[in-house]
Every structure is written in structure tokens, then in C-alpha cells.
């Protein structure tokens, strides 16, 4: 029993991280109709930067770890935000040459991040905290579970009260229904593509920097592979959908758990015949938009 | 070209040189010479391919009047909308609103001069309440809609005026409601109150009564009718002639993607040309 909820636990902790890269991922392709692959590197970029800033204060302090999320977010928003003026702005309305942009921003990205930081993954220092496991229902759960799975709940919290309560929100839940009708008011969406870019990728630096702490690790990679689970989430979900992508992290990170420890780590394998079920029986995703 | 509103329109067989229109109907509605049309049309055309979707139609709108636009199906009524509303740029002729040219304006930009449009198919956002639908086109008016922190209040300004304009249009009562949630009649009316929302001075209405029950009709008739007592000036697509005929001050008549005539309703109604191209004889 201890295990099971070793791993439901740990599973919704990795469902958070997944949900922090998923959310911008989501919320872009719903407004915009863009994959956005470079999305892995704003995660990757915020997980430095936040790192270079704690270790200003210490990488083991709480003091730098808070300093590490913020740095982390404000790194990913503002490379998020950079992105969408200077790459995706000026390429509006032609989604073939902005999808093109953001692979070969990826592929670009982690090359340059290897000539700065070097290829190999660095070891990271965390607050004793987190080093350590807290009992829950009889299973020892490590820390960083409780912290991911903390994150992406206020992360969602917000983000669901910016959409819901702001004038801009209104704006991005509008255009996600139909960004053409918007346009047709008299808005003019691109500060709103500006925005979700940036909200997008703080979520993803702050995810960044926790995955740090999960991970033990920070690596010039580790945004590429977070973002192979993030798209299969987003798709999952429900392509622009906030609470689809939300369930959808849970569901295939505590699947992928579980299929890793009961069926000899088939966790991934298991994921993607996921994936092609859902889009078999419900090619909209669990939360998304049937299509007309 | 074009001929003056209060005249007759035709295409190859008048001189539409801008005859005098019938005493007190058009002829001084300060589009026919004595002031600026709130919509005019020069010679405007589609050609997609080397096939030609609209020919230089001309048209003039004055300010408060009610145009009706019938023709049979793909005689280019909606691609005139697409036109004047900046969906679709025009390979010939222009566009202006109020005088000004905006044959090369965004839509988006139209939108802020003054023209607002509904389209055939549902152009709500269904998840959004019937109150979030209006009030994303008053807090764009009102520009608050550039503030990105700004939290909307339910008694604001510009909630207060959402709410305004569904009591006119007779929805209030379902403000919470989700748009998709609504009847197709009631989804026609949300889509006039987010248009007098948007204060758009010009209307285009595409077939308003497309879908609705017999039982509808009167009352989305009354709200156009509102629409023209405000003063606003109204184009209407529509296939429902006992509408048109009861609404319109003139109506055009298109086919082929040609203006055949644009007069009072019942100079229309008489008129052979028009008989004929509905028999189909000009197909």
C-alpha cells in the first residue's frame, strides 16, 4: 500500500512539473495555433539562471531557492517574451515558417547552452528539506514531490484567476475560442500572443529551476525532455485547454510511474500508447474543443 | 459609376450617372451630394484565379439608412461583406467609411472606425458568458482593455454598459449564461448587442434570420429595427424578402457577383430585371 502511494504521490509531483511546461504550451498553441519547440528552452534557460542566482545566496538556502524561482520565472518570461517579438511577431499569421523558427530555436538554444555551461549535467546543492523524505499515509515521499506538486497548484491557481478575472484574460480566453472574431472587435491580439508567451515562459523557467531540485541536476537538455511529456500532455488534455492540460499531467505522469514500477519501466511506452488512444477515441483531447 | 443613394442603380443598361432620386424618399439623405455617405463602394471587384468573384460594384450608403442586400445563393452578397468589412482585400476599386478610404485597413482597424459586422455562422465565443461576449467589445472601446492588470468589476463602466445593451436586445436575463448554451435566435440577438457594443456606427448584418423559428423573427425585427431608430447605418444580408421589404429603406440586388439594382423596395419588387435574374433566366 506504502508504495502505491509512493507513487501516486510522486506521480502528481512529476504531473506538476509536467503541468508548469504543459500550461504555456497549451495556452499558446490555444491563442496562437503554434508548437512552440522552443518551449523546453525557456525551461532550460530559467533552470540556470535560477541556479546563478541562489548561488549568489546559496543553492542551499531557502533564501536561494526563492531567489532561484523568481530569477528562474522573470529569465523564462522575458526570453519567452523576446521570442514571440522578434521571431514570431514578425512571421503573424504564417504558422509553418513560426513552427520552423521555434525547432530551429531549440536545436540553436541547447547547442549555445552547451558552449556556455558544457555539456554534461552539473550537480546542484539543495536546502536539507528537500534532500529529505516526509512520511504520508505510510510511504516516505521525498520532499520535492510536496514542493512540485505546490508550484503547479499556485501556478494554475493564477493563471486561472488571470484568465478568469483580467481584462487581458478575457481577452486570451476569447481568442482561444476564436482569435479571428477578436481581431474582428477591433483588438489587437499580437500584446495578448505577447503576454501568453511571457506568462508561458515563466511557468516554464520556474519549472526550470524545480526540476532542478527534483533532478539533483541541471543540464542543457533537460528542457528537451521535459517537453517531449509536456506536448504528449498538452495533446492529452486538450490542445489550448488549462484545466485539460492539468489533468492530463496527472494522468500520465502517475500512469508513467506506475507502468515503470509494476511493468519493468514501460512508463514511456505506456505514455505514448496513451497518447494514441486518445487521439483514436477522442482526437480533441480529454478537455479540448470537438471539432465542429 | 455609381449613382447616389435614392437612385437607381444599374448595371449596362442606365446611365447611372446619379439621376435624382424619388421626391422625400433618399434623394437629400446627405449622401446624395449634400454630404458624405457613411458607406460608399467605388467600383469595387474580386478576381481569385482569373475568376471573377464581385465586378465593379458601386454603392453608396447614407448616413441612418437601411440597405437590404438580396440576390440568389453565391451572387456575392457575403463576399461584398468580406470586402467592405476587410476580410478579403479587393483586386479593384475602394472602400470608404465616412469619406475616408480604408480599402487597405486592417479589420481590426475598421473595426475602431465604426464598422461592425456579424457573419453567417455563429461569430460568438461560446465558452464566454453572454456578458463576457459584450463586455469584451466595451472594454475595448473604452480602452481599459490595454491595461493587462486591470480587474473588471461587475458594477464598472464598461460592465454596466454590457449589461445595457443586452437589456436592448432583450437578453439580461441570461447574462451568466454561456453563449454556446444559448438558442440560435438568442445567439443572433448577442451577436447585435456585441455589435451596438462595439459602437459601431456601420452595421453589416449577414443573414440575421438564417436558422431562427418563425416565432424569433419578430423579435430580432424589432431589435434591427432599434438599430436604424438609433440612427446607426445598417447593411443587411438576408433571404427572408418579407424582412428585407418590411426593414430596408433600398434594397440592392445582386447577381453574378454584379449590383443589378439598388432602389426603394417597391421600384425593386417591379423591376424585370430583378424578376428574371430570381427565375434564373440571367444564370
Known sequence: MSTLILLLVTGVGLGGLYFLVASGLSLIYGLMGILNFAHGSFLTLGAFAGLAAASAVGQDTWGGLALGLVVGAVTGAAAAAVTELGLIRPLYERHIEQVLVTVGLALASVALFEGIWGPNPRTVRRTEWLTRTTEFLGARIPNTAFLNILAAALVLGVIVAFLKYTRYGLIIRAGVENRAMVTALGIDVRTAFTLVFAVGGAAAGLGGVLATQSLNYVSPHMGASLLIFAFIVTVIGGMGSLPGAAVASVVVAVLQQLANYFLANTGDFIVVLLLALVLLVRPSGLMGRRAA | ?283
Open chain 2, 1 to 283: 459609376m455609381g449613382g447616389e443613394p435614392g437612385t437607381t442603380l444599374r448595371r449596362g443598361r442606365q446611365d447611372a450617372a446619379g439621376l435624382p432620386g424619388p421626391a422625400g424618399e433618399m434623394s437629400d439623405d446627405g449622401a446624395g451630394g449634400l454630404g458624405t455617405p457613411a458607406l460608399e463602394v467605388r467600383g469595387l471587384g474580386l478576381t481569385i484565379g482569373g475568376a471573377r468573384i464581385l465586378a465593379d460594384v458601386d454603392l453608396r450608403v447614407a448616413p441612418g439608412e437601411l440597405v437590404g442586400v438580396i440576390g440568389p445563393n453565391g451572387a456575392g452578397k457575403t463576399t461584398l461583406f468580406n470586402l467592405i468589412s476587410g476580410i478579403h482585400r479587393p483586386t479593384a476599386g475602394q472602400v470608404l467609411l465616412d469619406g475616408d478610404d480604408v480599402t487597405r485597413t486592417a479589420v481590426a482597424a475598421r473595426s475602431r472606425v465604426g464598422l461592425g459586422r456579424t457573419f453567417q455562422t455563429s461569430s460568438l465565443f461560446p465558452r464566454l458568458s453572454v456578458v463576457e461576449n459584450v463586455r469584451l467589445a466595451t472594454q475595448r472601446r473604452r480602452g481599459g482593455s490595454l491595461s493587462v492588470l486591470s480587474f473588471p468589476r461587475r458594477g464598472d463602466a464598461a460592465s454596466t454598459e454590457a449589461v445595457e445593451h443586452l437589456v436592448t436586445v432583450g437578453l439580461v436575463h441570461r447574462s451568466e449564461v454561456a453563449a454556446g448554451d444559448l438558442s440560435h435566435g438568442d445567439k443572433r440577438k448577442l451577436e447585435i448587442a456585441v455589435l451596438l457594443a462595439m459602437g459601431s456606427s456601420v452595421v453589416l448584418l449577414d443573414e440575421p434570420m438564417a436558422g431562427l423559428g418563425t416565432a424569433d423573427v419578430p423579435g430580432l425585427v424589432r431589435v434591427i429595427r432599434d438599430i436604424k431608430a438609433s440612427g446607426r447605418t445598417v447593411m443587411m444580408v438576408e433571404h427572408h424578402m418579407d424582412v428585407v421589404l418590411g426593414l430596408a429603406d433600398r434594397v440592392a440586388v445582386m447577381h453574378h457577383g454584379e449590383l443589378l439594382i439598388c432602389d426603394t423596395p417597391d421600384k425593386v419588387m417591379a423591376d424585370e430585371t430583378v424578376q428574371t435574374a430570381y427565375l434564373g433566366d440571367l444564370a
